[in-house]
């Protein structure tokens, strides 16, 4: 035995199918299997087929002919072509439902509700040829499954194989929300690019986008009764998102089992609403930033003001009615003190209520909020608004950790549930340096730059009681997008989201060690599907599983 | 007179026109000018225009028609529509020779030979219309002029204008050497994607393309004599650059003014050449890599031994003869000793030869430096061959200081010519996370990320004497690639690419504040002519020069 096939002992004979998140149960064998010239994927015992789950059917059985993926070993296959060419051949994949004959669509499942949903899955690929199996309980569980079915397959030479076979996976996930956070505001995002987006985040069973589509840079959403305040707000006409947009955006999501969870960042974050309403705004644009802003431009809205609590709970409530999600954002993060402080007419709201601020804002924030309670949607906020404010929350309320993970205990003591979001582990934005101006030696205020190892050794329930581990539903990586646009949205984010979506799908404890080769994998195959991942080794590391560790 | 306008008055008339590298003197005015809808571009007096140059000015007259950049200012231009549309018109650009009616071809003077060229040029562009003029002594010079040209003009609805008419610019550069390195080894580069980099390069008049082509993860350079190394050292057949496509890349280079100087890196780096030639390197794929070599796979040429001295010259003069380049790189950086202490065919030639092992890396380096110096060419090497072995080399050699900017005033104390390239300033791979598996704390070894202000800052004479200040050729920003590829070629590099071509061609002291505007306008026409810049701020604040620097 040399030392390649020594190697080859040790690895290849592994479970290492390339399939990301990791499913729960995976069993493999050795026994190639080819797809057969004529494969197709059926449906069996249901009576009548979603049109989303028989798309994603459809763009399942396109990828298995357009991936052309070879296998990420030095000779990229070369060596088993014999094996490959004579292998069986798997003729069909088939979609059952454990029981009934009938089922929902794929968008209405992904839209019902968090913690609703049922995303099991399980899976037969036989040796001996014939057709493979796939059943489930519900759409989103076929969906799931499919999606795991395109990633056991390389190319070589035209011909789709696997050298594992038999294949048996059963699968479910461990958190019911695991996300991406897109921020739009900061910069702009074309349809195209949300959308490409979402189609990477469904092949890694990412279920929820984080839209945090509005802040105090521009405000591209065009929401029904406020088009004036994307009008005068949005970076340019060209540069918004129009109800239609959104309509597009949601049902795209939805039919591949993605949820958009929209923000509305507020009090703060809202400069921008002072172009078109100046009368709702305190301190709008006011100089120096620093003294009334995380960053600039400074402008928060007015929440002592009865006519300003109106507005937002009106805006809310048109902005949130165009997402069904049951899920909406009202942000609360990193009000600035000082602004409400200098600005006279909130401090005459004040006196003349007889109140404080932080009793304004609770006020404010029950007059938002009930427009979602009263929609039957579910508030989430950010921690600032259960940790730093004096605020009276829903129960229901799911608040959204981002400071520091040091900061998941205190939340979770005061009983809310929580999704994971912490800049120490998932912020896709730090370590590219400072962006503000006339700042040479500036850096990243989050450095270091956060690695997709990074967020895969997070865990989930560290510091947590059995009954408060209960309280988290789930997390994300998240893109703050001051130094991001269209030119870099791929490649800052893939394939290191996947990290988090393996996290939450798998649960915690996976091993870098053993998952770097499957996020190669991940990585190579987003590629060939037109999303630029980036190369997260040289490829004679990614082609040489194990030979670039550190201890290697 | 409102804040807005008080504001303007501040930055609008400055003569804040973003040519990208700073001129060395430019002066403007305040009248609105706009493109002829029949504006063309001409040469006069000049005998036969050579077809590079006529091709240069053609894509000139394109870039006017297609860039389509709307100002950087809040309203995008339309408050200068009047003035705009009723602006006297400009109808051509005139190429002219400041002397004599022939000029030789663009690419000849591009590769004619560093610190030789001259790329001075003056250019008037009146305010009342008419002809516009473009002077120089060459043709380099008249390209530069051409570039600097194309950055004058924003549009606005189809028109294609300045507000800051006349315009006089005289231009030449402070250093002759203005490069860009790119490692096309750990990671393959399709030959679009170097061509697009090469068009990006010459927008921002750098002049030379630092090609590490080869390294110890792979060998894609076909050398003709040598085709078995890339034959067994690309990471595939397709990944390789052919004779041919050299001399493409070689002419598309020289065309935009671009020396391409070639490395291939002795006698370390070389691990890919024992797939071929395991005769000649010394601990191949060495375990633990850690031991053996700075990063994986481990692999050293035997420098000690005279048939693998005898290889290595022949594959550099081969490999050299395909670059016109006056320049060529032998590499010379992170030689591992302990490789060659466990190498017994290395301690026996060295017994052999009674010569201790720098004793036989100065042969090799006289040996593998001659083919080159009697080819006409100029050695260049990393700065470990000065600062820590014992080799004679040329006078003439120049030296790449990369370990770290302090490090330059060794260098510069023998004697030698030097190319900034120090990975505290230039490093474009610097702070994107450790790429070494099995390792979840790591980071990357040069952190932090080395923003653009970092390399604009830099002082290029900083503790050199008079003297030894003349030895600075130029300098450089560099990509090594283990975490980059095609996905993200063009957002790792630009805009912050172009701090380095203002700093050696505008010379230092550089303020990072009035030169951001400038650098976002460079952006924004990356983009519009399809090289995937990044933001480098919100939106917000590249629209509004000043209000997101530190202290606004």
């Known amino acids: 035995?040399?030392?390649?096939?020594?190697?080859?002992?040790?690895?290849?004979?592994?479970?290492?199918?390339?399939?990301?998140?990791?499913?729960?149960?995976?069993?493999?064998?050795?026994?190639?299997?080819?797809?057969?010239?004529?494969?197709?994927?059926?449906?069996?015992?249901?009576?009548?087929?979603?049109?989303?789950?028989?798309?994603?059917?459809?763009?399942?059985?396109?990828?298995?002919?357009?991936?052309?993926?070879q296998s990420l070993t030095p000779d990229r296959g070369a060596s088993s072509s014999s094996a490959v060419h004579s292998a069986r051949t798997l003729s069909s994949l088939t979609l059952k439902l454990n029981s009934g004959a009938t089922v929902n669509s794929l968008s209405s499942e992904a839209t019902q509700g968090l913690g609703t949903q049922d995303e099991s899955y399980s899976l037969q690929v036989p040796a001996n040829g014939g057709s493979a199996v796939l059943s489930a309980n519900?759409?989103?569980?076929?969906?799931?499954?499919?999606?795991?079915?395109?990633?056991?397959?390389?190319?070589?030479?035209?011909?789709?194989?696997?050298?594992?076979?038999?294949?048996?996976?059963?699968?479910?996930?461990?958190?019911?929300?695991?996300?991406?956070?897109?921020?739009?505001?900061?910069?702009?995002?074309?349809?195209?690019?949300?959308?490409?987006?979402?189609?990477?985040?469904?092949?890694?069973?990412?279920?929820?986008?984080?839209?945090?589509?509005?802040?105090?840079?521009?405000?591209?959403?065009?929401?029904?009764?406020?088009?004036?305040?994307?009008?005068?707000?949005?970076?340019?006409?060209?540069?918004?998102?129009?109800?239609?947009?959104?309509?597009?955006?949601?049902?795209?999501?939805?039919?591949?089992?993605?949820?958009?969870?929209?923000?509305?960042?507020?009090?703060?974050?809202?400069?921008?609403?002072?172009?078109?309403?100046?009368?709702?705004?305190?301190c709008p644009d006011a100089t120096p930033w620093a003294q009334f802003a995380n960053e600039p431009p400074a402008g928060q809205l007015r929440f002592a003001s009865p006519a300003t609590t109106t507005f937002t709970a009106n805006l809310i409530k048109a902005a949130s009615s165009m997402f069904p999600s049951k899920l909406f954002s009202t942000g609360g993060d990193e009000l600035n003190q000082?602004?409400?402080?200098?600005?006279?007419?909130?401090?005459?709201?004040?006196?003349?209520?007889?109140?404080?601020?932080?009793?304004?804002?609770?006020?404010?924030?029950?007059?938002?909020?009930?427009?979602?309670?009263d929609a039957g949607k579910t508030p989430v906020v950010w921690e600032e608004m259960v940790l730093e404010h004096q605020v009276q929350l829903s129960n229901e309320t799911i608040v959204l950790v981002w400071i520091s993970s040091d900061d998941v205990a205190a939340v979770a003591q005061?009983?809310?549930?929580l999704i994971h979001a912490a800049s120490d582990f998932f912020y896709l934005d730090c370590g590219g340096g400072g962006w503000v101006g006339?700042?040479?030696?500036?850096?990243?205020?989050?450095?270091?730059?956060?690695?997709?190892?990074?967020?895969?050794?997070?865990?989930?329930?560290?510091?947590?009681?059995?009954?408060?581990?209960?309280?988290?539903?789930?997390?994300?990586?998240?893109?703050?997008?001051?130094?991001?646009?269209?030119?870099?949205?791929?490649?800052?984010?893939w394939p290191r989201a996947a990290a988090s979506a393996e996290l939450f799908w798998s649960g915690p404890g996976g091993d870098v060690r053993t998952a770097l080769p499957r996020l190669h994998d991940v990585a190579y195959r987003f590629v060939q599907r037109g999303v630029k991942a980036i190369s997260l080794q040289p490829q004679w590391c990614a082609l040489r599983p194990g030979a670039c560790d550190i201890d290697a």
């Open 1 to 69: 035995m040399n030392f390649l096939s020594l190697f080859c002992a040790f690895l290849c004979l592994t479970p290492a199918l390339a399939i990301w998140p990791r499913p729960q149960n995976l069993t493999t064998g050795s026994t190639p299997l080819r797809l057969s010239s004529t494969f197709s994927i059926k449906f069996s015992g249901i009576k009548q087929v979603p049109s989303d789950l028989s798309d994603a059917a459809k763009r399942t059985s396109s990828f298995l002919k357009t991936d052309k993926l």
């Open 138 to 282: 519900t759409a989103l569980g076929l969906f799931r499954g499919l999606t795991t079915f395109g990633q056991l397959w390389y190319d070589l030479d035209g011909t789709t194989y696997t050298l594992q076979a038999p294949i048996q996976v059963t699968d479910a996930p461990a958190y019911p929300y695991r996300g991406f956070m897109l921020d739009t505001s900061r910069n702009y995002f074309p349809v195209a690019d949300i959308k490409r987006t979402l189609d990477a985040m469904s092949w890694v069973k990412i279920n929820h986008l984080h839209w945090h589509v509005v802040d105090s840079q521009s405000f591209p959403l065009i929401v029904p009764g406020f088009e004036e305040i994307s009008q005068k707000g949005a970076y340019s006409s060209a540069q918004v998102y129009t109800p239609a947009d959104v309509k597009d955006i949601v049902s795209y999501a939805a039919a591949r089992g993605i949820d958009v969870m929209a923000e509305i960042d507020t009090p703060g974050h809202t400069a921008v609403i002072s172009q078109s309403h100046p009368e709702h705004i305190a």
């Open 338 to 373: 000082n602004c409400y402080t200098k600005d006279a007419q909130t401090q005459q709201d004040l006196a003349s209520q007889g109140k404080t601020l932080e009793q304004a804002l609770d006020t404010f924030t029950q007059a938002t909020h009930s427009v979602l309670l």
């Open 414 to 417: 005061k009983g809310f549930r």
């Open 438 to 493: 006339a700042n040479i030696n500036g850096n990243s205020w989050c450095d270091p730059f956060k690695t997709w190892q990074k967020a895969y050794s997070f865990n989930p329930t560290a510091n947590l009681t059995d009954d408060q581990a209960k309280l988290v539903v789930g997390g994300q990586q998240l893109l703050w997008t001051e130094q991001s646009g269209p030119s870099n949205l791929d490649p800052i984010v």
